[in-house]
């Protein structure tokens, strides 16, 4: 059974830093992207971030320059470095790993917590 595991998600003021993981846990037998998505309150989920197989990644017009995603294949594991953070950063963040063999499919962890206060 699949489960994606989130950490380091809370509270910080307006211009620090936090660091998102994500570890896979279970088999996937080819993941072709893995990425990092957001629902403030009363907003739609929003995707944030992307790392495709091949290392090419993709983000949000309102995070580049800011946040960088990065992936440890030996582990598993995706990570969000998250600077200058702002408070419209304010969000569940969710882990999202999409699968492209047998089927597609896209894995949820359950989400973290991120408030940046001003």
């Known amino acids: 059974q699949v489960q994606l595991v989130e950490s380091g998600g809370g509270s910080v003021q307006a211009g620090g830093s936090l660091r998102l993981s994500c570890a896979v846990s279970g088999s996937i037998f080819s993941i072709n992207a893995m990425a990092w998505y957001r629902q403030a309150p009363g907003k739609q989920r929003e995707l944030v971030a992307a790392?495709?197989?091949?290392?090419?990644?993709n983000y949000a017009d309102s995070v580049k320059g800011r946040f960088t995603i990065s992936r440890d294949n030996a582990k598993n594991t995706v990570y969000l470095q998250m600077n200058n953070l702002k408070p419209e950063d304010t969000a569940v963040y969710y882990c999202?790993?999409?699968?492209?063999?047998?089927?597609?499919?896209?894995?949820w962890g359950q989400g973290t917590q991120v408030t940046v206060s001003s």
């Open positions: 790392i495709t197989r091949g290392d090419i990644t």
């Open positions: 999202n790993v999409r699968s492209d063999y047998p089927i597609w499919y896209d894995y």
